[in-house]
T-cell receptor
Framework: GDSVTQMEGPVTLSEEAFLTINCTYTATGYPSLFWYVQYPGEGLQLLLKATKADDKGSNKGFEATYRKETTSFHLEKGSVQVSDSAVYFCALSDLNYQLIWGAGTKLIIKP | KAGVTQTPRYLIKTRGQQVTLSCSPISGHRSVSWYQQTPGQGLQFLFEYFSETQRNKGNFPGRFSGRQFSNSRSEMNVSTLELGDSALYLC??????????????FGSGTQLSVL
């Protein structure tokens, strides 16, 4: 079945560092791909998405590119802030439009 | 526009008891999904309701059930609680089924502790 694999956390970085959180997937067909973010004490919220190969999703300085050839959707940000500390979830949409979730990666940014 | 509201925010129960959690979706949203979040298992899908009918169900025992009312508000119930049911229960709403289900709006969750 469809699945999403994310790099294990926690990922700890200093403020202004470059961020990459790896995400790879296995799916039937060509699913839409998503990154959701969960800030402490809150529910998840959609961060960005891409619906087809080579699409780039972006929001709040974060970017991810849909790479069909490597079945990946890595999340990147050029300069992280303390306020980016959160748990990041990669997900895909299956043939029934149900979201299949990765395990989540906790990001800790130190000032 | 109010977001997804879940009540209560925290709940402490003992083994064998039952619990009911409530979720009010964003106004106009007709689909409600429930998830269980634990440190070990991550985010696991429980079920989805639309038009007062369960449309999808995850791999959970029958002790977990839910319902949706005509105003789209939803409740989930867990009977005969076990220690392993301790988790954050998240409710998410979306405008409709199908592709609209890809953009979920989550509540802050109900933290359930089973002692």
């Amino acid at each position: 079945g469809d699945s999403v694999t994310q790099m294990e956390g926690p990922v700890t970085l200093s403020e202004e560092a470059f961020l990459t959180i790896n995400c790879t997937y296995t799916a039937t067909g060509y699913p839409s791909l998503f990154w959701y973010v969960q800030y402490p004490g809150e529910g998840l919220q959609l961060l960005l998405k891409a619906t087809k190969a080579d699409d780039k999703g972006s929001n709040k300085g974060f970017e991810a590119t849909y790479r069909k050839e490597t079945t990946s959707f890595h999340l990147e940000k050029g300069s992280v802030q303390v306020s980016d500390s959160a748990v990041y979830f990669c997900a895909l949409s299956d043939l029934n439009y149900q979201l299949i979730w990765g395990a989540g990666t906790k990001l800790i940014i130190k000032p | 526009k109010a977001g997804v509201t879940q009540t209560p925010r925290y709940l402490i129960k003992t083994r064998g008891q039952q619990v009911t959690l409530s979720c009010s979706p964003i106004s106009g949203h007709r689909s409600v999904s429930w998830y269980q979040q634990t440190p070990g298992q991550g985010l696991q899908f429980l079920f989805e309701y639309f038009s007062e009918t369960q449309r999808n169900k995850g791999n959970f025992p029958g002790r977990f059930s839910g319902r949706q009312f005509s105003n789209s508000r939803s409740e989930m119930n867990v009977s005969t609680l076990e220690l392993g049911d301790s988790a954050l229960y998240l409710c998410a709403s979306s405008l409709d089924r199908g592709r609209a289900n890809e953009k979920l709006f989550f509540g802050s969750g109900t933290q359930l502790s089973v002692l």
